[in-house]
Nanobody, 121 residues
């Protein structure tokens, strides 16, 4: 059993900051990439940022310069520091991990339950 538990969402005014955390626990052999996605009402889920086990990061153009993804491999945890938040950042944010539970199993995608981020204007 693998669980991804997110925390840190909430309501913030435009220009404010939030820090999301996502801890993976359970039967984990190895984690490859971890990332954050978001889904706004009526829109498709989109990739916000991702980071490899080696620390190589990707940020979507819409958040570049404002959001920063990082991870702590020892804690199986990924973070998303969100600064200069805008109303258009309002969405449910989902944590994702590409991991394997045993040496012989393939890597597979696991998801958190989502955390709401609401930015008021």
């Amino acid at each position: 059993q693998v669980q991804l538990v997110e925390s840190g969402g909430g309501l913030v005014q435009a220009g404010g900051s939030l820090r999301l955390s996502c801890a993976a626990s359970g039967s984990i052999f190895s984690i490859n990439a971890m990332g954050w996605y978001r889904q706004a009402p009526g829109k498709q889920r989109e990739l916000v940022a991702s980071i490899t086990s080696g620390g190589s990061a990707y940020h979507a153009d819409s958040v570049k310069g404002r959001f920063t993804i990082s991870r702590d491999n020892a804690k199986n945890t990924v973070y998303l520091q969100m600064n200069s938040l805008k109303p258009e950042d309002t969405a449910v944010y989902y944590c994702n991990a590409d991991l394997k539970t045993r040496f012989w199993t393939p890597y597979d995608d696991y998801w958190g339950q989502g955390t709401q981020v609401t930015v008021s204007s």
